[in-house]
Structures are given as structure tokens and as C-alpha cells.
């Protein structure tokens, strides 16, 4: 079984670009999630999606990050501007719905803002 | 807003069993317990997870005190691959499928 797929593993960018993320995650998992995981710090959940619809997105910074699953399946994240804060690792993960279901996690997309 | 507590850090020596702790006194009744572990560059991993039931898979056995206010993840015997930050987590009730991680335990395997 094919795990979530992340893309890009790496990306630099300088503050005040935009930069966007993309995760395909497995298939038939109806719940996504995306963490953002600063060194030394446990992930951080930034939004959660069941199917294309938005369960909780109330730790996202809406004015510079957005995000959306179209279709249900595959993902964007997107940072508009980058601020040097935004430095970190993007996980996506994915799971089948359920609270009694166990979530599978990408490599993620470690991003550096200079 | 974590609703578990674990220790920061703690060492176990190669060969023999890791025994983690995690307290979550507030847990509710429909909450499951699940254990994740990141190994440094990587995703976080699925260990296990209980509802109330001790549970055993390949990697590890979950105990779940009776009045559910705690767990211990047990590594029957550890390895060096097995050094990693393990987060444990309470989901489910009125968060639903909410995953939120906290500190976690930073474990190390010594030889």
C-alpha cells in the first residue's frame, strides 16, 4: 500500500515569496491533516479536512496561509508571504474516519526562509 | 492543549524493555489512547492505540490503568533504532478525529 506522498522534501525561499505544498494522501483516507513542526517541537495541527470539507482550521494563520483539498483527495498548502517564523517541517498525514483509526504520516516538506 | 503529560527525556538500555509513562487524568470515556514516535528527520510513526484494553501489537503493548487516568507504552526490548520522540495521545470524544500532539518523551537507547 502506497503511503502519503509529500512533495517537495525541500524548499528555500526568501521571506515575502509564496510557496505552496502538495500532499496526496492514501487512498480511500478520508480525513487530512496538516502539521507544522518548528525544531525541537511536537507538530502542530494547522488544518484538518473530512473529505473537502474543513473540521478545524482554528490554529491556521488565515491571513498569509491557506489551504484546500479539492475533490477530497489531494491537498495544497500555501504560505502568502513567507515571514523567517514560517521556517520548519509541513507534515502532511492522513486516515481513514474514525476516532478509532490510526493516522499515516508523509516524509513532509522542510522549508527554510531566509 | 495537549491533554496528556509525559516526561521530557529518559535513557534504556539496549536490550532491555523501555517502559514510557503518560498521564491523562482528564480522559473521557470514548477517548482512545494512541502512541506515535518520530525518529529524527521522519514523519511521525503509528505505534499503537486502546480504548480501555491492554493491547500488543509487533512493536509494542499498551497497559491502560483501570480508571484510565494513565498508560504506560512498553518496548519489550529495545534497540537502537528504537531511540526517537514518542508522543502519546488522546483522541476521539467531542474532538473527534482531532490529533493534537504535545511534547512527547525523548527517548534514547544506550548500548
Known amino acids: 500500500e502506497a503511503g502519503v506522498a509529500q512533495s517537495p522534501r525541500y524548499k528555500i525561499i526568501e521571506k515575502r515569496q509564496s510557496v505552496a505544498f502538495w500532499c496526496n494522501p492514501i487512498?480511500?483516507?478520508?480525513?487530512l491533516y496538516w502539521y507544522q513542526q518548528i525544531l525541537g517541537q511536537g507538530p502542530k495541527l494547522l488544518i484538518q479536512f473530512q473529505n473537502n470539507g474543513v473540521v478545524d482550521d482554528s490554529q491556521l494563520p488565515k491571513d498569509r496561509f491557506s489551504a484546500e483539498r479539492l475533490k477530497g483527495v489531494d491537498s495544497t498548502l500555501k504560505i502568502q508571504p513567507a515571514k523567517l517564523e514560517d521556517s520548519a517541517v509541513y507534515l502532511c498525514?492522513?486516515?481513514?474516519f474514525g476516532t478509532g483509526t490510526e493516522a499515516f504520516f508523509g516524509q513532509g516538506t522542510r522549508l527554510t526562509v531566509v | 492543549d495537549a491533554k496528556t503529560t509525559q516526561p521530557p527525556s529518559m535513557d534504556c538500555a539496549e536490550g532491555r524493555a523501555a517502559n514510557l509513562p503518560c498521564n491523562h487524568s482528564t480522559i473521557s470515556g470514548n477517548e482512545y489512547v494512541y502512541w506515535y514516535r518520530q525518529i529524527h528527520s521522519q514523519g511521525p510513526q503509528y505505534i499503537i492505540h486502546g480504548l480501555k484494553n491492554n493491547e500488543t501489537n509487533e512493536m509494542a503493548s499498551l497497559i491502560i490503568t483501570e480508571d484510565r487516568k494513565s498508560s504506560t507504552l512498553i518496548l519489550p526490548h529495545a534497540t537502537l533504532r528504537d531511540t526517537a520522540v514518542y508522543y502519546c495521545?488522546?483522541?476521539?470524544?467531542?474532538?473527534?478525529?482531532?490529533?493534537?500532539f504535545g511534547g512527547g518523551t525523548r527517548v534514547l537507547v544506550k548500548p
Open positions: 498525514a492522513s486516515s481513514l
Open positions: 495521545i488522546v483522541k476521539g470524544g467531542a474532538a473527534g478525529n482531532k490529533l493534537t
Open positions: 487512498s480511500g483516507h478520508a480525513t
